[in-house]
């Protein structure tokens, strides 16, 4: 029988999230290709912990979710109320299908997408290649691990800042400015590539450090002791580590997110080769 209670109002948006928090319970649980569709009825398998509606749960989510709690003994009581949860949150997922939610509402398309890179992709986050594969895929990558090592710049300083402002608009849109008394060239300079460790001492290590990720040909300005830099790169000299041992991390985060971009691409691929998909010109 259904019921009514005055003076209370289904907040949607509430329920939206909290079928969205379901929906990712349930998901992150069950893990790809952990809740599989029933063949027949009957007595449940002996690898699987529940039915819900047409839909097993392996025990093997059951028992993933149990080490989560961090508890080996449990009461049984606290067992059975697991597997309830698993239910509940089945049981959402379910009814977050039928209401079209993985459809329309984003929360929910989030936490699937979420879910399902995360599971495709884990085998990439625990890769932990030997020294010999880092050093190739470094040697291969070499563009990855450069850095500017030297520049060349040209600056100009002065104490007021809608002055460096229309200098800067003046070199981006004709290539020149004219410094006067209120604008003047920093000294020191030179017109050549100097070591970015000797440009820190002219610009700072933080306008040296922005300058060096600037294109060649830009200009910025920068504030810095009270006044204002305009900066232009005129070339940069870019190095490249060949060395793996100084950045072997860095080098292996990178390793394991390329593998992880590999191996996503190649799951959507298939999706794609067993997919009927058309889409409209743009």
């Known amino acids: ?17 909290w079928l969205a ?3 990712l319970a349930g998901l992150v649980a069950a ?7 029933a063949t027949a009825d009957g007595d449940l398998p002996a690898d699987v912990i529940a039915s819900v509606n047409d839909t097993m749960i392996g025990r093997e989510v059951y028992e993933r ?6 508890a080996r003994d449990l009461s049984h009581n606290d067992r059975g109320r697991m597997i309830e949860r698993l239910v509940d949150d089945e049981l959402l997922v379910q009814r977050g299908v039928e209401l079209g939610m993985t459809q329309s509402d984003t929360e929910v398309r ?3 997408v979420n879910s399902l890179v995360a599971s495709i992709t884990a085998e990439a986050d625990a890769a932990n290649p030997d020294d010999d594969t880092l050093q190739a895929y470094l040697d291969d990558n070499a563009e990855r691990f450069s850095y500017t090592s030297g520049l060349q710049v040209e600056a100009w300083q002065t104490d007021i800042e809608p002055l ?3 200098f800067v608009s003046s070199l981006r849109e004709t290539g020149d400015a004219a410094a006067n008394d209120d604008i003047q060239a920093m000294p020191g300079l030179g017109d050549e590539l100097l070591p970015v460790e000797e440009l820190r001492d002219h610009l700072g290590p933080a306008i040296t450090a922005a300058a060096a ?7 910025a300005v920068f504030a810095r002791r009270g006044r ?19 950045i072997r991390n860095r080098v292996l985060l990178d390793y394991r997110r390329h593998l992880a971009d590999t191996m996503l691409r190649d799951y959507l691929d298939g999706l794609r080769d067993r997919a009927d998909i058309r889409v409209a010109a743009p």
């Open 65 to 70: 979710a149990l080490a989560r709690l961090g």
């Open 228 to 246: 204002w830099l305009v900066v232009r790169v005129v070339a940069k000299e870019r190095s490249y580590v060949s060395d793996l041992g100084p």
């Open 1 to 17: 029988m259904n019921r009514t209670f005055p003076g209370k109002k289904m907040n949607k948006q509430a329920d939206i999230r």
């Open 21 to 23: 928090v379901g929906a």
């Open 164 to 166: 460096a402002q229309s």
């Open 213 to 219: 990720e600037m294109p060649d040909g830009s200009s």
């Open 110 to 112: 989030a936490a699937i």
């Open 31 to 37: 893990g790809i290709g952990i809740l599989r569709q």
